[in-house]
């Protein structure tokens, strides 16, 4: 916002930007300090002063004392001193150093402005992690000073921890503080505190209206605990009431408090029960005992001879490897069980505690630690859910992971599509209708029961998010037991995030959960019921957003995550998180296929790295995920907001990643003027598909770059690594990594890209730019058409229904392995035409899938179509798994099929326990 517009008080919705925006005022108000003390305008400094004083009483520093004394100093008109005080503070807040002496100010009690550094200020201590902790009050705010004072009284040497106290007076204020504040680790809640805040808020309100507060009777401790638990469920809750705490604590809902506390009694075991609540989630138990293994004398006559690193530091050959990784790695291996490091396919000890954390984290039953990937989670949940002959309906465009469970477990895939996004070779992700056509056809076909699960990708590698609670919900409202898989291999750290985490599989789980146990959600059912009729038609079905039977559902989730994708975990580590009323029924299953994938010797380093991946976003993922949201806000503004940039390139907004029927909000994206973080709720909740902001795709065609190409660019000229590539896009994603820093590199290095190509058009005349127009046209125009997934072979398909088109996957990829029974023809063959023409079918015998996109373009046991050769013969890509070009495509041979066709199919298994 220009400054000269600046309102001259903040409203609260607008600085809902979130917590990056602070670092942004405190630079303005430097700015504006600067300009003052040269004899300048003051106009700027006293409109952002005004803006931080709102924003500011959320945080414990520079708190009050300093924030009185800034505006002391301004009203003085008192230049010099305004800007030496911001000056320290923003000293303070950039090197983090108030974390280290919090509250440790000197006051020189004669009247000056206090010395506002921290006493210690530049010596070392000893590191102490460092949070705040919110107390909401009925006090008067002339009170709180005195009561921040008896809160630092209660700290002593001995704590582990320290934390500021941050004070607000009403339930608005507390809302703001959780939201605003990512420091805030706990919050105390004393009765008699005021509903509304006394700043202007316009949209706000609303958003008190949804969670059902409305007037000052609403306005009670247990209903704040409630709005906070929702926004930030990982934050300790404790209740100060006066009034019959028995009564309270024997209410079930208030199980959101850690804690209820009489107010009268001892503040210092309210003191004592923050900081355990603290040591709670910063405990890593498998990390913990890693470490303390380390450092024990311990002699292993076990098959690991880089364990405790003596064949490393006594070789002259390799011990660079030593001095490059250090000792502790080597410390710190074990091929035991023992010693409390636990066994990660049995766990009892350490990991199964650890575990247990990492689900208390993620709003799990239980989590699985994997450490081979979410392609390994996504091959253990197919092989323990499904098996011979059972049905899944699956994302033909998700990973190969599930494809390949499919053919290791014997269950059938019946693939649907997602909509496709032909400008950019991409796909998008699969309409609700679709998913819900393929179980009504299931059931005209008689063969429901056979359908046991729904396996998606949210979000999609390129950012599409589902509406998790909505395909469950109708889909629960056709077959009530369906299974739910949802790889969000790319999305775990939504979890964290208040805004995405409604779109998780675990918190959509969730909201199902408190929807089945409200006694109002069995007359909704009923009454939809008798709005459906008796025999309601596939069409009504469709149209209709369908309500289960809460009394009918038995609510199956699985999750996967790669941790090493999202959060602090060394590669490969993942996260498979279930909420499963029957899991009792699978969990011998679940043990096969750990036993089945996991390695008998897994890596230390990589289960510690989960351990300690929980930990951080326990403390501090909320403040990190919404730094990597802003980050991408502030990358997709950089980029279509530059005059230059924009002219080549362009980052896709919500409106051009998903279509319009699918945005039923009517939110069109981040950028646009009329968003805020209202719509973008709004759009969260209701719409079919969002865009994960994280995810951007550039498009990089209208600069006369092909992905790969710019992709190399990109790392060979520039060192920025990004992810995914398609025919004209490059996709960049931010993360709880990226800084501001990482932003004007990136959008540095594309204005120098477009000015480059820029300058080479005015330079080179009439040809060049001839050339240039083509090349755009050949990557953003003539792009292939996605080929849809035809269908299995007859011969795959001896027990399918006459509507649904599952096959038999497995005995396709098998017929792969009877090389007389294969053949291979090579693409530009004109008997590859002919066999489409006149027959005999073309069947794949492999999975074929290139990069980019990465789907399956042929599936094993999947007829081939002219479209499907069109693409390929389109396609120039280098990297294509299961083809090799000099032999040719790998076909399964007529003969074969015929044979295979009087094979007996494979028999449906019976998982359930009986
Ligand atoms: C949607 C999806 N699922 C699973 C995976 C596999 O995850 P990992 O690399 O952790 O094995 C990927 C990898 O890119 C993916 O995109």
């Not at 705490?245 to 804690?259: H, I, Q, W």
């Not at 896709?652 to 699918?662: E, H, I, K, S």
């Not at 009517?666 to 209202?678: E, I």
């Not at 058409?785 to 497995?810: C, Q, V, W, Y």
């Amino acid at each position: 916002m220009s400054k000269n517009t600046r309102p001259a008080q903040k409203r609260i919705d607008q600085f809902l930007s979130g917590p990056g925006g602070r670092a942004d005022d405190w630079r303005d108000l430097m700015e504006g300090a600067k300009v003052w003390a040269r004899g300048g305008d003051r106009a700027n400094y006293d409109a952002t002063l005004a803006d931080l004083s709102v924003t500011e009483e959320f945080h414990g520093y520079p708190g009050l004392q300093l924030m009185a004394a800034l505006r002391e100093a301004a009203a003085a008109g008192d230049a010099g001193t305004s800007l030496s005080l911001v000056t320290r503070i923003m000293q303070a807040l950039t090197t983090r150093s108030f974390r280290q002496h919090a509250g440790d100010l000197k006051d020189d009690g004669n009247g000056d402005a206090p010395d506002l550094l921290p006493q210690t200020f530049g010596q070392q201590a000893a590191h102490r992690p460092y949070f705040e902790t919110l107390i909401v009050t009925g006090l008067s705010p002339s009170e709180w000073p005195a009561l921040t004072t008896e809160w630092r009284k209660l700290r002593r040497p001995v704590d582990a921890f320290v934390y500021e106290p941050v004070i607000v007076g009403s339930l608005e204020d507390a809302f703001c503080a959780v939201m605003l504040n990512p420091n805030i680790a706990a919050v105390i809640i004393n009765e008699g505190f005021a509903l509304r805040s006394h700043h202007n808020s316009t949209a706000l309100r609303p958003m008190m209206t949804a969670s059902g507060i409305n007037d000052e009777s609403d306005a009670s401790a247990l209903r704040l605990a409630h709005v906070i638990n929702r926004v930030r469920p990982e934050l300790d809750l404790y209740l100060m009431s006066n009034r019959d705490v028995e009564t309270m604590a024997g209410n079930p809902d208030a199980n959101v408090f850690r804690r209820i506390f009489y107010s009268i009694e001892e503040l210092l075991e309210l003191h004592l029960s923050i900081l355990e609540g603290i040591q709670d989630r910063f405990d890593t138990p498998f990390f913990d005992n890693l470490k303390k293994y380390a450092q024990r004398p311990i002699g292993t006559f076990h098959a690991l001879p880089i364990a405790r690193g003596k064949s490393i530091f006594k070789s002259d050959w390799i011990r660079d490897m030593g001095e490059f990784y250090g000792l502790n790695l080597f410390l710190a291996e074990s091929s035991a069980t023992t010693g409390g490091l636990d066994s990660l396919l049995e766990p009892t000890g350490n990991i199964k505690k650890a575990q247990d954390k990492a689900a208390r984290a993620l709003g799990a039953d239980r989590v699985f630690f994997v450490t081979n990937g979410t392609s390994t989670s996504n091959k253990m949940a197919v092989q323990a859910l499904l098996g011979p002959g059972d049905i899944a309906i699956v994302d033909r465009n998700c990973h190969k992971s599930h494809h390949y469970g499919m053919v290791l477990s014997g269950a059938q895939p019946l693939y649907v599509e997602a909509f496709p996004m032909t400008e950019y070779s991409m796909y998008g992700a699969v309409p609700l209708k679709t998913i819900k056509q393929a179980l009504l056809n299931a059931k005209a076909d008689g063969r429901l029961d056979r359908v046991k699960m729904l396996d998606l990708t949210n979000c999609t590698f390129d950012g599409h998010i589902y509406n998790t609670r909505r395909v469950m919900e109708e889909c629960l409202a056709i077959k009530p037991d369906l299974i739910f898989l949802w790889d969000e291999a790319w999305f775990g750290f939504a979890r964290f995030s208040p805004f995405l985490r409604r779109r998780t599989a675990m918190g959509a789980a969730a909201a199902i959960e408190a929807w089945m146990h409200d006694p109002k959600s069995v007359a909704v059912y009923e009454k939809q019921q008798a709005e459906l009729g008796k025999n309601p038609s596939d069409e009504t079905l469709l149209k209709t957003r369908l309500i289960p039977d809460p009394r009918k559902i038995r609510l199956r989730v699985y999750q996967t995550n790669s941790t090493h994708k999202s959060m602090s975990a060394l590669r490969q580590g993942s996260m498979l998180s279930v909420k499963d009323v029957e899991f009792h029924t699978v969990e011998q299953q679940f043990k096969e296929a750990v036993f089945t994938h996991a390695s008998t010797s897994p890596n230390q380093q990589l289960i510690a790295s989960l351990d300690v991946s929980r930990r951080q976003m326990e403390l501090e993922g909320y403040g990190l995920v919404a730094n990597a949201i802003e980050i991408a806000i502030a990358i997709r503004r950089a980029v279509n907001n530059n005059a230059l940039i924009s002219k080549y390139f362009r980052i896709l907004g919500a409106d051009a990643m998903v279509p319009a029927q699918y945005r039923q909000s009517g939110f069109t994206d981040y950028l646009a003027p009329s968003a805020n973080w209202a719509s973008a709720l709004k759009s969260l909740d209701d719409d079919e598909f969002c865009l994960d902001p994280t995810r951007m795709t550039l498009v990089c065609g209208t600069a006369g770059f092909d992905g790969t190409q710019f992709k190399g660019i990109l790392a060979n000229e520039y060192d920025i690594q990004i992810n995914k590539t398609s025919r004209n896009s490059v996709l960049i994603q931010s993360n709880i990594n990226n800084t501001r820093s990482d932003v004007a590199h990136l959008v540095r290095v594309l204005a120098e890209i477009a000015g480059e190509v820029d300058r080479g058009l005015t330079r080179g005349g009439a040809n060049t730019r001839k050339t240039f127009e083509a090349r755009v046209k050949s990557l953003m125009t003539d792009v292939p058409d996605l080929p849809n997934f035809s269908h299995f072979h007859a011969s795959f398909r001896g027990d399918a229904g006459t509507k649904t088109n599952e096959g038999d996957i497995r005995s396709g990829f098998y017929s792969a392995y009877d090389a007389a029974g294969c053949e291979f023809i090579r693409l530009a063959d004109p008997e590859i035409d002919r066999r489409l023409k006149a027959g005999p079918d073309l069947v794949s015998a492999s999975f074929v899938i290139p990069y980019p996109p990465g789907f399956p373009i042929m599936v094993p046991g999947q007829v081939i179509t002219q479209e499907t050769i069109d693409f390929m013969r389109k396609l120039d890509v280098k990297e294509i798994h299961g083809y090799d070009a000099t032999e040719g495509l790998k076909l399964v041979r007529p003969e074969a099929l015929a044979r295979m066709s009087g094979r007996k199919p494979a028999a449906p298994a019976r998982l359930k326990a009986s």
